[in-house]
């Protein structure tokens, strides 16, 4: 089993930065990618960000294009989401996802991709 366990989440205010982290433990090295998704309620999760543990290469969704940066350390096992310019169309609860599919060529983006989550941490931002 893998154990995912964000944190960073906070209030913040429209134009603030804000960084996201996320520690793996347990098996982790069943794993081949991590990402970021992020849900707002009444509506579906959202991918925000995707890594590959072994050559940190990435994938953004379209609402982070530009503005977000996901990285990795190797040696915590963790990984991280940098938010620049942040809007109150950003607030939304953060979820750490991670995946031991071996990747066929991309980064998945989509939640059925993921086996593993944490538990969500809140980003409000106010206007």
């Known amino acids: 089993q893998v154990q995912l366990v964000e944190s960073g989440g906070r209030l913040v205010q429209a134009g603030d930065s804000l960084s996201l982290s996320c520690d793996a433990s347990g098996r982790t090295f069943v794993l081949y990618t991590m990402g970021w998704f992020r849900q707002v309620p009444g509506k579906e999760r959202e991918f925000v960000a995707g890594i590959w543990w072994n050559n940190a290469a990435s994938v953004y969704g379209d609402s982070a294009k530009g503005r977000f940066t996901i990285s990795r350390k190797l040696d915590k096992r963790s990984i991280y989401l940098q938010m620049n310019d942040l809007s109150p169309e950003d607030t939304a609860v953060y979820y750490c996802?991670?995946?031991?599919?071996?990747?066929?060529?991309?980064?998945?983006?989509?939640?059925?991709?993921?086996?593993?989550w944490g538990q969500g941490t809140l980003v409000t931002v106010s206007s």
């Open positions: 996802a991670a995946s031991e599919r071996i990747p066929r060529g991309r980064i998945y983006q989509t939640e059925n991709e993921y086996e593993y």
